[in-house]
């Protein structure tokens, strides 16, 4: 008879989550900083590199659809196992590619693997904490995300202008070995091991229920969301670099200012974390959303450093502040039973976002219009996002998750 694992501390759950979660952020921002060495290396039109951001969100949507119902059909534990063995190892073989068409399918599967990991992670850890703790908990687990673009930058600043992009990606393979070391010592999410117990419905039925008569506004809500933030996201994230290189800047000096920027994620979530369970949910997610917009307005209109360097961290800050937000918003929507599949789903929607924010920059680069626009584009979307959920958003500080 197996013997029954203990359930962990919240720090302990943390810090065995968040490290998932910082090498799934260490790969998504290593590709920001490869695209700029593929672009030059493989001479790549901006509609090519616009489609390697696009292709990881295409992943990215399949993948957070998917695992996230399956999710609720087998355990939080085994599909967070499984999407962080998916993109180690889909990086590590993207780094043997030399042609464009297999790099994109090896983005491909890598982007199931994060798009999966990303709320099965959160609604993992949202399950196993306290309704008081919960949504610090899961900021601080996004906080993680910054730690991981930390690295990448880092990574990217050092080993690329030297060794190339190829060892780069290789070191980003690393948490391969570390799933394993999940497997052994993560126990799954006492809510889910009390539903195993139940009859538990079809994957279908779980979709179905999602956009039921009791969910259908919340889920309209997220989805909006969550197409917004993500749109945003990596329309400008993914293309920080390349912006920087656009304005005038070489590729060295590039990486540097993008890598200060990066520093201000941190602060950004260790702020949205005390302020959620101060001021909850909609507070922190619509005054970071807004502060994203006025810094992304600010950013593409940018001409000269010092402004370029101000808005670039005000951005960081703001942006990923409202992304901890979010991930901790999202699975309080519903109850333990299509948790794993309403996160997923509205996920899975505002990865669809991510598909076309690369695509649009690229496309409008080439066609000639100015970043500023483009920026433009991205300030209106946020704020969009900002007033769908202050005007109909429920607020969910220190709720009880419900069975």
């Known amino acids: 008879m197996a013997k029954k694992k203990k359930p962990l501390s919240s720090r302990k759950l943390l810090s065995i989550a968040g490290l998932g979660w910082m090498f799934d952020a260490l790969d998504v921002g290593m590709l920001s900083f490869i695209i700029v060495a593929l672009q030059k290396e493989w001479s790549l039109t901006t509609e090519q590199v616009g489609w390697i951001g696009s292709v990881n969100s295409i992943g990215m949507a399949i993948g957070a659809l998917v695992f996230g119902a399956m999710a609720d059909r087998v355990g939080r534990k085994n599909v967070f196992i499984i999407t962080l063995l998916l993109f180690s190892i889909g990086s590590g073989l993207s780094a ?20 999966g990991e990303l709320p099965v992670a959160s609604t993992l850890v949202s399950e196993s904490v306290s309704a008081d703790k919960r949504g610090r908990v899961v900021v601080l687990l996004e906080s993680f995300w910054a730690a991981g673009w930390l690295i990448a930058a880092l ?17 980003s393979a690393v948490p391969a070995l ?20 139940k009859q538990k419905p079809s994957i279908l039925q779980n979709m179905k229920s999602v956009w039921a008569k009791e969910y259908a506004k919340q889920t309209l809500v997220l989805w909006i969301l969550w197409f917004c933030v993500v749109f945003s996201y ?5 293309w920080l670099p390349s912006v920087m290189v656009m304005k005038g800047f070489s590729m060295i000096k590039s990486f540097e200012y993008v890598l200060i920027m990066t520093l201000a994620q941190l602060p950004g979530y260790f702020t949205a974390a005390w302020f959620i369970e101060k001021y909850g949910r909609k507070f922190v997610l619509v005054t970071y959303l807004l502060g994203t917009a006025v810094s992304a307005y600010f ?21 990923l502040g409202a992304w901890g937000g979010l991930y901790a918003y999202t699975p309080e929507q ?26 649009l920059v690229g496309y ?7 970043i500023s626009i483009i920026f433009t ?13 202050l005007i109909f958003g429920k607020e969910t500080k220190n709720t009880v998750l419900k069975d």
């Open 96 to 115: 043997l590619t030399t042609s464009l068409a297999l790099f994109l399918l090896l983005r491909l599967l890598i982007g199931m693997g994060l798009g």
């Open 155 to 171: 990574i990217s600043y050092f080993i690329i202008p030297v060794y190339g992009w190829r060892i780069a990606l290789l070191l």
């Open 364 to 370: 409008l680069v080439a066609a000639g219009k100015d």
């Open 334 to 359: 519903y109850p333990t039973s299509i948790r794993g599949t309403g996160s997923g789903m509205a996920a899975a929607a505002g990865r669809i976002g991510g598909i076309l924010g690369p695509l």
């Open 178 to 197: 570390y799933a394993l070391y999940l497997r052994l010592n993560l126990p799954d999410s006492p809510r889910y091991t009390a539903l195993e117990r």
């Open 299 to 319: 950013f593409g209109t940018a001409e000269e450093l010092p402004l370029l360097l101000t808005s670039g961290i005000m951005l960081s800050f703001f942006n």
């Open 377 to 389: 584009i991205f300030t209106i979307a946020i704020v969009v996002g900002a007033a769908v959920v």
């Open 234 to 238: 990596y329309g400008m994230f993914l």
